[in-house]
């Protein structure tokens, strides 16, 4: 598994420094909308390394109240990239969902079945499930439902939106304490996840610690990979409860929700 994420993890990386800006070219920017602001980790593209791609969607039902089932795939590179998700309805410039309950993913390790197929990695309980959870085939429950504005691109809001020292500080403050070795590391990437409704932040940061003596990931060296959620406060402050470090991605999933209640997430924030 950490053969796979190490690859994926280098494609990012090359990809990040090119300093190209991606835009979904796509005609379902309703569908990618509630993609990118649900899906854990995603990037919002599909990179073969050298360029990257728009990922793939694909419809597969709707039901008379205007909902859309669809599957999302970025490829095989991206653990979080493929997931079966339920948009609630789409309105002028706008898409409604059911945040935390639209989506089952598909988490890529070692050995996954890995295809274009959705009926390959996901099967028909699953998806009644999600029908289930997602109201199929009943009125709108408004009360339920998160909006958020139609985008092309994730790109824009990936971009840290506290200063990039503090947030630096945070991160090598609880790589440290989880015994990643050395005060830096070779790279580090954030992928920002999403924002709730009264501004607390989740990234998705992973990357490598420098052994003692900086070597990197010589093979001598005592480097070790690292993976956290993050969630930030209103106000930048990050405690230590803000922090899941992810051990094993198919557990990370029902985890990563537990962490979002636990700090509130989409509650009204109060400073203490």
Request: charged residues 30%; proline residues 3%.
């Amino acid at each position: 598994m950490k053969k796979l994420i190490s690859l994926m993890m280098v494609y990012v990386l090359l990809f990040s420094l090119s300093g190209c800006a991606f835009r979904y070219r796509g005609d379902r920017t309703d569908l990618y909308t509630v993609a990118v602001n649900n899906i854990f980790g995603v990037l919002g593209y599909e990179s073969n390394g050298e360029a990257v791609f728009d990922p793939y969607i694909e419809v597969i039902d709707t039901d008379d109240y205007g909902r859309v089932l669809f599957f999302y795939d970025e490829g095989y590179r991206n653990t979080y990239g493929k997931a079966i998700v339920i948009m609630q309805k789409y309105e002028v410039d706008f898409v409604y969902y059911y945040q935390d309950v639209c989506q089952i993913p598909y988490i890529v390790t070692e050995g996954s079945i890995v295809t274009t197929s959705y009926s390959d990695m996901f099967s028909q309980e699953q998806i009644e499930s999600l029908k289930e959870a997602n109201d199929w085939n009943k009125p709108l429950d408004a009360d339920k439902c998160t909006r958020t504005a139609v985008v092309d691109s994730k790109n824009d809001e990936g971009t840290l939106r506290l200063d990039e020292d503090d947030f630096e500080r945070v991160i090598k403050s609880y790589v440290t304490e989880h015994g990643y070795k050395g005060d830096d590391t070779i790279y580090r990437h954030s992928v920002y996840c999403n924002t709730d409704k009264y501004g607390r932040e989740i990234f998705y940061v992973y990357g490598v610690g420098r052994d003692v003596k900086g070597e990197g990931l010589s093979p001598t060296s005592e480097s070790k990979w690292y993976y956290f959620a993050i969630i930030f406060n209103p106000d930048k402050s990050c405690p230590k409860e803000n922090i899941y470090e992810i051990i094993d991605p198919t557990e990370s999933y029902e985890a990563i929700k537990q962490l979002k209640e636990d700090c509130g997430w989409n509650k009204p924030w109060i400073s203490n």
